[in-house]
């Protein structure tokens, strides 16, 4: 049975109901909408990021003292089913991300489960000259589009009756096919991405419910 309470530092005694300002606290059950995520899926199975989370912060230092607290404080006990470590690594100098994730789950009394995952993603476009000279092209592309529809609109306002002829209706048409070609090709880019890397990595045949995030390499 899940255990979806809230407690004092050791597991002391059990708070009714959790303050606001306790929710970030490891000792405070926390939902999968309160930890801001979705689910991930590694070998022992499918987990939720819901549960009793510690931040471990950015510093190295201030990682050691949460985790001495947490060891001293007896986080971990009998109770603990899964243990669930994740942290994630910028390298500049290639601009990649590195989405890395270490589970470890508990079967039985002796017997503990390891799982490991590592996603490297590119998230931030337009780091070299090659890629602004693509984004270059792109905000041309868009200003002509742009363009074409207040003029289209122009000639719409100036003379309705004549406007409808086969000229406005092909470049009505090459309007709409620029949006719609362009949604379509994302759209189907993403699922497609979504797709092989859930197939390959993790033998999940559910696209549309993978983390943006993780495996699509797409950040809010």
Known sequence: MLDTGSYGTSWAQTLSPPATSQSSSPWVYQTQQQAKGSFFLTDPG??????????????????ENVLTMLQDALWIDQFTKAIIVEWVMYNP?????????????????????N????????????????????????????????IIVFMEISKWKSNREDYWVFWSYLTIG???????????????????????????????????????????????
């Open 46 to 63: 499918r987990y939720h990021r819901g549960g009793f989370s510690a931040d471990l912060g950015m510093a190295r230092d201030g990682a």
């Open 93 to 113: 100098n290639v601009n990649l991300f590195s989405v890395n994730t270490l589970v470890f789950r508990a079967e039985g009394t002796t017997k503990v489960v």
């Open 174 to 220: 090459v309007i709409l096919l620029s949006a719609v070609g362009k949604m379509l090709v994302y759209s189907v880019s993403r699922k497609r991405l979504c797709k092989h890397i859930a197939s390959k990595r993790y033998n999940y045949r559910e696209p549309k419910k993978c983390n943006k995030t993780r495996f699509c390499g797409y950040s809010k």
């Open 115 to 146: 799982a490991q995952d590592f996603v490297i993603l590119r998230i931030y476009r337009y780091t070299n000259k090659f890629d602004k000279f693509v984004l270059t092209l792109e905000v041309i592309y868009i200003l002509a589009v742009v």
